[in-house]
Nanobody, 124 residues
Framework: QVLLVESGGGLVQAGTSLRLSCAASGRTFSSYVMGWFRQAPGKEREFVAAISWNGGRTYYSDSVKGRFTISRDNAKNTVYLQMNSLKPEDTAVYYC?????????????????WGQGTQVTVSS
C-alpha cells in the first residue's frame, strides 16, 4: 500500500515549462515502476510517460516525446515530470501511478496505485 500525491501544476503560457512532482509513501517505492497519465476535460485518460524501478528505462507517448522528461529520485520517494514547450493541448489533470509488476511499460490497467491529480492549464 502506497499513497501518491502530485504537485506542481498550475496555469502557464504556451511555450513555457513546468515540473510536476509525485511524492510517494511506503518503504518499497524503489521497487515500483512509476508512470504519468493525464485526462483532459471530456476526454479519456491517456498515458504520458513511464520510468523503470531504477530509472534505467523510460517510455513516452508520441505526443510528449522530446518535450517531456520523466525522472525519479528514490532517496526522496519522488517521481518528476519535466514539461517543456507546453502546448494548449497539454491542458489536463495529471496523475502519477505506481505498478509493482514485471511489465515495462505496464498497461494502464496494471498500475496498482494512483494519485489524486494536479491540474495543468496551458493558455495561448
Amino acid at each position: 500500500q502506497v499513497l501518491l500525491v502530485e504537485s506542481g501544476g498550475g496555469l502557464v503560457q504556451a511555450g513555457t515549462s513546468l515540473r510536476l512532482s509525485c511524492a510517494a509513501s511506503g518503504r518499497t517505492f524503489s521497487s515500483y515502476v512509476m508512470g504519468w497519465f493525464r485526462q483532459a476535460p471530456g476526454k479519456e485518460r491517456e498515458f504520458v510517460a513511464a520510468i523503470s524501478w531504477n530509472g534505467g528505462r523510460t517510455y513516452y507517448s508520441d505526443s510528449v516525446k522530446g518535450r517531456f522528461t520523466i525522472s525519479r529520485d528514490n532517496a526522496k520517494n519522488t517521481v518528476y515530470l519535466q514539461m517543456n514547450s507546453l502546448k494548449p493541448e497539454d491542458t489536463a489533470v495529471y496523475y502519477c501511478a505506481a505498478d509493482s509488476g514485471r511489465n515495462f511499460p505496464p498497461s494502464e490497467y496494471e498500475y496498482d496505485y494512483w494519485g489524486q491529480g494536479t491540474q495543468v492549464t496551458v493558455s495561448s
